[in-house]
């Protein structure tokens, strides 16, 4: 099956500090979710980009299919912004989302 | 507009027992998929329901099953539960194909 990497795994920032996530997948995808996981568990999407730029906020995400990367800005980093950040995507002819394992960010004060 | 639910947020049960784990998909979404994310870990596929029809399963054995019911709502039953299956379990709903919306989850803890 189709894999999923995620880099780094762990990352600490003072506040106010920016931030590059990056999800690598091994073929072609149909979607592609970014996701933040608050400490209850609870995950929220972030965006949903196949392909493209997005942005949101202080969160922007680009994703170059043919290149089989996606990577999530995080600007003006946020004590809230803390938890786990994953990637995951829907294989081509499938219907299932394969999660990479992850970045735990800690943002602090 | 009411989002992913599900039932109930905490649970124990003891190596051997049964256990059934509920979801409510969001209006308008015809497609449930569950998830087992252990302690650390990814959220790993369990399966998928499609109006009502098992639509693909993830590298779980047969003692994970599932329904769906006609208001799109889905059950996760386990049965002769491992200490292996404590973990948080999953729900997402979406339009067939599309973009997965999570619910809360329940954490199951096996003893």
């Known amino acids: 099956g189709i894999q999923v990497e995620q880099s780094p795994p762990d990352l600490i920032l003072q506040e106010g500090a920016n931030s590059t996530l990056r999800c690598n997948f091994s073929d072609s995808v149909n979607n592609l979710q970014w996701f933040h996981q608050n400490p209850w568990g609870q995950l929220i999407n972030l965006f949903y980009?196949?392909?493209g730029t997005k942005q949101n906020g202080r969160l922007s995400a680009t994703t170059v299919a043919t290149e089989r990367y996606s990577l999530l800005y995080i600007s003006s980093s946020q004590t809230t912004d803390s938890g786990v950040y994953f990637c995951a995507v829907l294989n081509s002819g499938y219907s299932t989302l394969t999660f990479g394992k992850g970045t735990m960010l800690l943002v602090s004060p | 507009e009411t989002g992913v639910t599900q039932s109930p947020t905490h649970l124990i049960k003891t190596r051997g027992q049964q256990v059934t784990l509920r979801c409510s998909s969001q209006?308008?979404?015809?497609?449930v998929s569950w998830y087992q994310q252990a302690l650390g870990q990814g959220p790993q596929f369990i399966f998928q329901?499609?109006?009502?029809?098992?639509?693909g399963r993830g590298n779980f054995p047969p003692r994970f099953s599932g329904l769906q019911f006609p208001n799109y709502s889905s059950e996760l039953n386990v049965n002769a539960l491992e200490l292996d299956d404590s973990a948080l379990y999953l729900c997402?709903?979406?339009?067939?194909?599309?973009?997965?919306?999570f619910g809360p989850g329940t954490r199951l803890t096996v003893t």
């Open positions: 329901y499609y109006r009502e029809e098992e639509n």
């Open positions: 980009i196949p392909s």
């Open positions: 209006s308008g979404h015809n497609t």
């Open positions: 997402a709903s979406s339009p067939q194909g599309y973009e997965q919306y």
